[in-house]
């Protein structure tokens, strides 16, 4: 079984988790064949050190266009990502989840996840009830409503808005030439695209997709009231994958 290839988008201007990628580096390029990287265009401007670092260090970079949105970022990686190795299927995640997944104890199941040889075209990484317990009950609400409304569309429960997912590699060379979603919601639109050309899917529950917010600011909580800015994001693509059952 070859590795699979890591592309995650990259959106770090500030440099948040610029030391622990560099630290985990190592670990990362022996987990997957390729590491490839989308970087937006304000981390491009304040991060050229660290990029050139990764690049010397066999990363592969995408740079977005400058006008270009959430949805392009993800068709944009996976397409990306599909042309990097053809031989091998791509693990699309989010570096703030994976480097918590990996530097706390959910390491070895988390390695033991992305490492199987899986059968399914998509493989989608759900957060389990023990994971989703962890994140504030306002994220949980939002998000978890699509979720019933896709398992009474199709009948199966998972995340429409996931943040891990296993991509065979002519399956990604299939789904992004068709995704049209301008925003988050694009990652759900994966899911029935890939559906809808016939491809089996498989889901996995996962307790590595706990919040990672507070490992990363120590300031946050589970109980922390969400700002209106917050929500409104959440509830926007959210509503945007419930208006993909539409149009199944």
């Not at 622990?20 to 990362?28: F, G, R």
């Not at 990502?81 to 091998?88: G, H, M, P, V, Y």
């Not at 299939?174 to 759900?188: M, N, V």
């Amino acid at each position: 079984m070859s590795k699979p290839i890591l592309f995650f988008p990259y959106h770090d201007p500030d440099a948040k988790y610029a030391f622990a990628l560099l630290e985990s580096l190592d670990e990362l390029k022996g987990l997957f064949s390729e590491v490839c990287v989308g970087v937006t265009t304000k981390t491009a401007e304040t991060q050229k050190q660290l990029l050139d670092r990764l690049a010397e260090r066999g990363c592969h970079l995408l740079l977005y266009p400058e006008a270009s949105n959430m949805g392009m970022h993800q068709k944009l990686g996976l397409e990306f990502a599909s042309r990097t190795n053809d031989q091998a299927s791509i693990f699309f995640g989010y570096i703030d989840r994976i480097l918590y997944a990996l530097k706390t104890q959910h390491r070895e199941a988390f390695v033991r996840d992305i490492s199987k040889d899986y059968e399914s075209d998509l493989v989608i990484f759900s957060r389990s009830q023990k994971a989703w317990d962890t994140h504030p009950k306002a994220y949980r609400d939002i998000e978890c409503a699509i979720i019933d409304i896709g398992e009474a569309y199709i009948g199966k429960r998972m995340d429409w808005t996931w943040c891990g997912a296993i991509f065979k590699n002519e399956c990604a060379k299939k789904i992004y030439p068709l995704a049209k979603a301008d925003d988050f919601s694009i990652i759900g639109e994966f899911i029935l695209i890939n559906r809808k050309l016939g491809g089996s899917l498989d889901n996995q529950f996962v307790d590595w997709l706990e919040w990672e917010d507070p490992f990363w600011d120590n300031k946050k909580t589970i109980d922390q009231p969400a700002s209106k800015q917050e929500l409104d994001f959440r509830l926007t693509y959210s509503l945007n994958v419930a208006k993909l059952f539409l149009e199944m």
